[in-house]
């Protein structure tokens, strides 16, 4: 429920930002986060130590399974689940203090969304279950870097700022995209989980060690963006 009155949020917003208050919608970003957050500690206090293997995918929405078959998948493993909860933690902590720090700016409603959009897109990310999901959350991320980034976009310096981060994103996603080339054509699985379980039996595979290094360029160049 609190997903997708999240999400529902994300998109009621967009398309009728000038009629909503951006204090109001902030909260409502707080409620739908706060229910998240506290489902995902009382899993994370009393169910996932008890159940170590807990492994949950889902494959194949009915919004897009006519259009991309077997392609959108999230995945519920215990890595998955402790990074997506630090995500939500973040992104709440963060609207709080958006209700206080950006109180006076003209455009805040701008930066709400964004912020909560890139939370969104982390999440995507944090929880795919294939290589298509990855790159979706992936592109997503820095799809919304480029609008936070570009804030003050008033400010010569922003306006820099933000189109260094998008020409590097674009170089870091044609690392990724050559990785997960590479990967798929020596497994023959877009599912990460397959992917890891066969990877073990190619440990002397000269590709993978290509796609590996190719994974962690794209990564050392999304994070550190020096030139």
Same mark, same amino acid.
């Given at each position: 429920?609190?997903?997708?009155?999240?999400?529902?949020?994300?998109?009621?917003?967009?398309?009728?930002?000038?009629?909503?208050?951006?204090?109001?919608?902030?909260?409502?970003?707080?409620?739908?986060? /706060?229910? =998240?957050?506290?489902?995902?500690? +009382? @899993? !994370?206090?009393?169910?996932?130590? *008890?159940? #170590?293997? &807990?492994? $949950? %995918?889902?494959?194949?929405?009915?919004?897009?399974? /006519?259009? =991309?078959?077997?392609?959108?998948? +999230? @995945? !519920?493993?215990?890595?998955?689940? *402790?990074? #997506?909860? &630090?995500? $939500? %933690?973040?992104?709440?902590?963060?609207?709080?203090?958006?209700?206080?720090?950006?109180?006076?700016?003209? @455009?805040?409603?701008?930066?709400?969304?964004?912020?909560?959009?890139?939370?969104?897109?982390?999440?995507?990310?944090?929880?795919?279950?294939?290589?298509?999901?990855?790159?979706?959350?992936?592109?997503?991320?820095?799809?919304?870097?480029?609008?936070?980034?570009?804030?003050?976009?008033?400010?010569?310096?922003?306006?820099?700022?933000?189109?260094?981060?998008?020409?590097?994103?674009?170089?870091?996603?044609?690392?990724?995209?050559?990785?997960?080339?590479?990967?798929?054509?020596?497994?023959?699985?877009?599912?990460?989980?397959?992917?890891?379980?066969?990877?073990?039996?190619?440990?002397?595979?000269?590709?993978?060690?290509?796609?590996?290094?190719?994974?962690?360029?794209?990564?050392?160049?999304?994070?550190?963006?020096?030139?």
């Amino acid at each position: 429920f609190f997903f997708y009155f999240y999400f529902i949020t994300l998109l009621f917003f967009f398309f009728f930002k000038n009629k909503i208050n951006s204090i109001h919608y902030c909260y409502l970003n707080i409620f739908s986060l /706060s229910g =998240i957050w506290l489902l995902y500690t +009382i @899993n !994370l206090i009393y169910y996932i130590p *008890f159940d #170590s293997n &807990l492994h $949950l %995918t889902f494959n194949n929405f009915n919004l897009f399974s /006519s259009i =991309i078959e077997n392609n959108i998948g +999230i @995945n !519920l493993s215990f890595l998955n689940f *402790f990074f #997506s909860y &630090l995500v $939500l %933690t973040i992104g709440l902590t963060t609207n709080i203090y958006i209700l206080t720090y950006f109180k006076w700016e003209a @455009n805040e409603s701008f930066f709400i969304f964004w912020i909560n959009f890139f939370v969104f897109s982390m999440l995507i990310l944090v929880l795919s279950s294939n290589f298509f999901t990855l790159f979706l959350g992936w592109e997503l991320i820095g799809f919304t870097s480029f609008f936070l980034i570009n804030f003050w976009h008033t400010k010569r310096s922003t306006l820099k700022s933000s189109f260094k981060a998008f020409s590097f994103n674009l170089i870091s996603d044609v690392f990724l995209m050559a990785s997960l080339v590479i990967f798929y054509s020596i497994t023959n699985t877009s599912d990460i989980d397959t992917f890891l379980n066969l990877c073990k039996l190619q440990n002397n595979n000269t590709l993978l060690k290509y796609g590996v290094f190719s994974l962690i360029l794209c990564a050392s160049i999304k994070s550190v963006q020096i030139i």
